[in-house]
């Protein structure tokens, strides 16, 4: 087969450092590659996601996906959760090679739940966490080991840090007391289980793609569904409610203990906050701070 065109946004891949440069110069041969050992036909044009060149391809006439993603901690268990949930709730696999990061996937539609309203897409979510947390696969690094460390860098964050220090002081302790609570793991989760990680499907209406799996706590997994689609937030004119409506249909719809799932949407909004602070220490966005404290505040009585 002749070589591939790379989207312009997936050669922009390569200014993201040296590993992304090497990544983004062998697609084009592991397209190739993977295309002849499956018996794939490229079957439209490439896109992608933030981390990964996505084909259209067809075997034996089927449409599929051929997904080659940047070898990374998030998704290297990617296609050992899809093969656990072997299509409930979640696109199904088709074939996985791990050592190359390639995974031949169901094809679903690109539409995601964007185009749904928000509450309503809540609930759908909310429907989605009871098929997809099961018992965690041994392989799955645990949700606490990451916790640990990015609590204990968000304790060393000086007081002069743009975020209120009583919201880091209470994150750090909640974070400490969550990475310690044997609840935190035993559940294998998506960890980013959001608007446009939801798509249609024909075998069912609404399919999870790309989790980041890892043995973790059902309850960690709302946060993203508040902090996506952050306009519509702020086009209500009333922050609190609108966020706490997104809260409260989750936690209802899902059937979650509320104080817990308070608890980690606290840590996981100033874990968002240190890691900009982090990335851009001379010129934060403070939109994307004051975003992460609003949430934080918002989910709390």
Request: overall charge negative; hydrophobic content about 45%; proline content about 8%.
């Amino acid at each position: 087969m002749t070589s591939l065109p790379l989207p312009p946004r997936v050669l922009a891949f390569a200014a993201r450092g040296a590993d992304w440069a090497a990544f983004v110069d062998r697609l084009p041969r592991l397209v190739r590659e993977v295309s002849e050992e499956w018996g794939l036909v490229v079957d439209g044009e490439p896109t992608h996601g933030y981390c990964a060149l996505v084909v259209p391809v067809r075997r034996a006439g089927e449409p599929a996906i051929l997904k080659l993603g940047f070898p990374d901690d998030e998704s290297e268990h990617e296609g050992l959760a899809l093969q656990r949930w072997a299509g409930n709730g979640a696109v199904r696999l088709l074939a996985a090679d791990p050592h190359r990061s390639a995974l031949l996937l169901e094809r679903l539609h690109p539409v995601d739940l964007g185009s749904v309203d928000a509450l309503g897409a809540c609930e759908l979510v909310a429907d989605l966490y009871a098929r997809l947390h099961v018992p965690a696969l041994p392989q799955l690094r645990p949700l606490t080991a990451y916790v640990e460390r990015w609590t204990a860098r968000l304790a060393e964050l000086p007081r002069a840090a743009p975020v209120p220090h009583r919201l880091v002081q209470q994150a750090v302790s909640l974070g400490r007391n969550l990475a310690a609570d044997e609840a935190s793991t035993g559940t294998m989760i998506h960890a980013d289980l959001q608007y446009e990680n939801v798509l249609a499907g024909d075998r069912e209406p609404w399919l999870a793609i790309d989790p980041k799996p890892v043995s973790g706590d059902p309850h960690y997994e709302l946060a993203p569904m508040l902090w996506n689609r952050w306009d519509e937030v702020v086009a209500s004119g009333d922050l609190r409610s609108a966020v706490r409506r997104r809260f409260h249909t989750l936690v209802d719809g899902a059937l979650l203990d509320e104080d817990r799932c308070r608890d980690w949407v606290v840590v996981r909004m100033l874990h968002n906050a240190l890691w900009e602070l982090e990335d851009h220490p001379d010129s934060p966005d403070h939109g994307h701070l004051t975003m992460c404290i609003a949430i934080a505040k918002a989910v709390q009585d």
